[in-house]
């Protein structure tokens, strides 16, 4: 209540000084300005604060990839990066695209229909549940998850006594330790950040364009093809690239569920580090990666807006 009385009080004050014409008055009305001003800054400074310890990180990082072991910071050489020339860095890196491209079509491919389902249902307890499911594998260590696909996809895993059980399969087919294996580890566990801005942007598409669809002869297929997709394409392209960035950088689960034998670069990088202590070695792989998972991301998204700048060309 003395607050309220207390800022009353001074607006009061800047009131009177305004109508008196008063330097004070106007001093009060600068201050306030450049609060005004400053408040937005001051919202913005926790999460300017964030980016800039990742700049940093990231600058000390580069700075240590031209090092040599031992010596990272007074030392400078390219041999750190000459080293990845060797053929077996370049197959670990176009297998790392490969995954990270797979399980981003495949998690995109999956979400849509839960994203439109999360979109288009009207029980607020039906999408809480569906939020919950899609949600519920962020919540869980990407340990456990691995541990659990462990016990799913080995030799006498639930998926091999399902299949033994259906006649499908004669014998126990090899999940583990595999490229396939691998892929559906990262397909679970990146389903989310698939599901959920496709959602959003779902639902911000009016529904009267899916019925202008369906009274001009438009079946569902062709309205969620031809309207709805096209509509929603900003968080469709916002998912894939999420997927796609953490599963190029993904390690807990091709190390659980693929091993050394599939050998993804994050992998890599954690041999470099853990027994051999090879910091600029594997400061190096780790900017490769990034440059190699920004420029597809940059390409995809160029091809993308190609494509709708084309897209609404034909149409108009």
């Not at 014409?21 to 913005?44: H, I």
């Not at 438009?218 to 900003?234: D, K, N, S, Y």
């Not at 070695?281 to 190699?292: D, F, H, I, P, R």
């Not at 998204?301 to 190609?306: A, E, F, T």
């Amino acid at each position: 209540m003395n607050t309220m009385l207390a800022r009353f009080s001074r607006r009061a004050a800047v009131a009177s000084g305004i109508t008196s014409g008063g330097p004070d008055g106007s001093a009060a009305v600068a201050t306030d300005t450049v609060l005004a001003k400053a408040r937005p800054w001051l919202l913005l400074a926790p999460i300017l604060l964030f980016l800039a310890i990742l700049g940093a990180a990231a600058l000390v990082v580069l700075r240590m990839s031209f090092g040599t072991s031992g010596n990272e910071w007074r030392s400078f050489t390219l041999q750190n990066y000459a080293d990845l020339l060797d053929g077996y860095f370049l197959r670990s890196l176009g297998l790392t695209l490969r995954l990270a491209f797979q399980s981003m079509l495949f998690a995109v491919v999956l979400a849509i229909p839960v994203a439109l389902a999360m979109a288009r249902t009207k029980s607020r307890l039906a999408r809480r549940l569906l939020l919950a499911g899609v949600l519920l594998p962020l919540l869980v260590n990407l340990l456990l998850q691995g541990y659990g696909w462990l016990v799913i996809l080995g030799p006498a895993g639930l998926l091999n006594h399902a299949l033994l059980a259906s006649g499908v399969i004669e014998r126990p087919v090899m999940w583990l330790y595999r490229e396939h294996g691998v892929l559906l580890g990262l397909i679970q566990t990146a389903f989310p950040l698939a599901v959920l801005p496709l959602s959003s942007a779902m639902r911000a598409v009016s529904i009267s364009y899916e019925e202008a669809a369906a009274t001009l002869g438009a079946t569902r297929w062709q309205t969620l093809r031809h309207v709805l997709l096209p509509l929603a394409m900003p968080g469709l392209v916002s998912g894939a690239l999420l997927v796609f960035a953490y599963n190029a950088s993904a390690f807990a689960v091709p190390l659980l569920l693929g091993g050394r034998r599939v050998p993804m670069l994050a992998v890599l990088v954690h041999d470099q580090v853990a027994p051999l202590l090879n910091w600029p070695a594997a400061s190096a792989s780790g900017v490769v990666l990034m440059v190699a998972t920004l420029a597809v991301m940059a390409l995809s998204q160029r091809l993308v807006r190609r494509t709708q700048r084309l897209t609404g060309e034909s149409h108009a």
